[in-house]
Structure formats: C-alpha cells, structure tokens
C-alpha cells in the first residue's frame, strides 16, 4: 500500500480500482485492497452504485467493516455528488423532459431528497441543486433553499422535484401545501415555478395545485 501511496503521488491513477484501494488502504481479512475495491465496485456496479446504497450493505463484501464501510461510501458519495451534470441538448419544456433530467438522481434513494432543476429564458437547464435530505417518508422544504440559487443562477423559472422511497408517486396533501408555498415565493421573486414533480419508481406524478404546471 506504501508504494501504491507513492506511486499515486507521482503520477496519479485513472483506475476505479486503484482510486478505491486507495481509500480502503491496508488490507484486511486477508484480502488486498485491490480485491476489495474490484468486488465492491462490480457488486454495486460502479462509484455511483456505492452511492446510492446504505453504508452497512457494504459490509456484505469480505473484507469491509463498519469503519470502511463508512469510509468508502462517504469517499463514492462525496464523488458522485462533484460529478458535473451533462444535459442533454434542448429545451426542458416537457413534464417528461423534466423526469429525465431527474430520475436518475431520485429514483433509487432510501429517503426523500429535494432537487430542483433551473431553467433560462428558452427553458434550456442551467443547474440542477440538491437541497435538502429527510427521513424515508419526508422531507423539509424552505422556499429560500429553493429560490437563492436561482437568483444566483439567474433562472428564469424552477422545476423543483422530490421522491417517494415507497417507489408510489401519489402527491400528498404535505406535497400540495409545499407546491402552494413554492408558487407564491416564486411569484414575488419573478421566478415561477413552472412545476412540482414525485419521482417514484419508473415513473412520476405532478402535484396538482391551481396556477403550476402551466407548460
């Protein structure tokens, strides 16, 4: 693992396997690092597939304890989040264009999460924000955590979308309440919010409330 460190610090490493044997560090149950980072990263296909799971499911691989099962699933989420979003060339213009846009980034959490996608003038994205996390049944919404980037952004109308974990996008009568707050912010700020959507598992609903969804 020494000359592994060294070698890091002069050239570097492209590898998936190498990065994450880095973060494991010494070897353990008998197993190299290397062994380690390879089968966690085919066993959760990938960085990002890390990311999305709990912390202890990583301790179902030979060689992971809590310690590094915390260690590296802090590592592949800190990764997956300074990953830069690549949007597809066009317009945002669609309730469907906009789940496309999001799915990937909802669909498969264990709790829910509050995301919103800003759009300029032509409906083209300009950023899509993380901004709060909850529990497996709710989260917090402030319309300042939902409109400050947009004004910093310079969006001219928001997109804001959360998940059930249930994998039932049914709107609730919380979702509703927090759809009617966002539009009334919006409306004072000059940025609307153009919708609300629930990812939920293969599919989304909108929250239906008079005044959003006016694609």
Same mark, same amino acid.
């Given at each position: 693992?020494?000359?592994?460190? %060294? ?7 492209? *590898? =998936?396997? %190498? ?26 296909? !990938?960085?990002?597939?890390? @990311?999305? /799971? ?7 691989? /030979?060689?992971? *304890? ?31 264009? @906009?789940?496309?846009?999001?799915? %990937? ?9 509050? /995301? ?17 996390? !909850? ?48 539009? %009334?912010? *919006? =409306? ?22 008079? !005044?959003? !969804?006016?694609?």
């Amino acid at each position: 693992m020494q000359r592994a460190r %060294e070698e890091y610090l002069l050239h570097g490493s492209d *590898g =998936e396997v %190498e990065l994450l044997a880095l973060v494991l560090g010494n070897r353990a149950a008998g197993r190299s690092s290397q062994e380690v980072a390879a089968e966690l990263l085919d066993r959760f296909h !990938g960085v990002r597939g890390i @990311a999305k /799971h709990p912390p202890g499911a990583l301790t179902a691989v /030979h060689g992971i *304890g809590q310690a590094r099962a915390v260690r590296v699933h802090a590592a592949c989420t800190l990764a997956a989040r300074a990953r830069p979003v690549e949007f597809p060339a066009g317009r945002v213009d669609t309730p469907e264009r @906009a789940w496309r846009q999001l799915r %990937e980034r909802l669909e498969h959490l264990d709790v829910e999460e509050l /995301h919103a996608l800003y759009l300029d003038r032509r409906a083209r994205p300009l950023a899509i924000r993380r901004l709060s996390v !909850g529990n497996d049944s709710s989260t917090i919404v402030d319309p300042r955590q939902v409109f400050r980037p947009a004004i910093q952004l310079g969006a001219c109308s928001v997109i804001a979308a959360h998940n059930h974990p249930s994998g039932d996008p049914s709107p609730s009568a919380e979702d509703r309440a927090v759809t009617l707050r966002l539009m %009334e912010a *919006g =409306e004072l700020l000059g940025v609307p919010l153009l919708d609300h959507l629930v990812i939920g598992a293969g599919t989304f609903a909108r929250v239906d409330v008079g !005044g959003v !969804g006016a694609w």
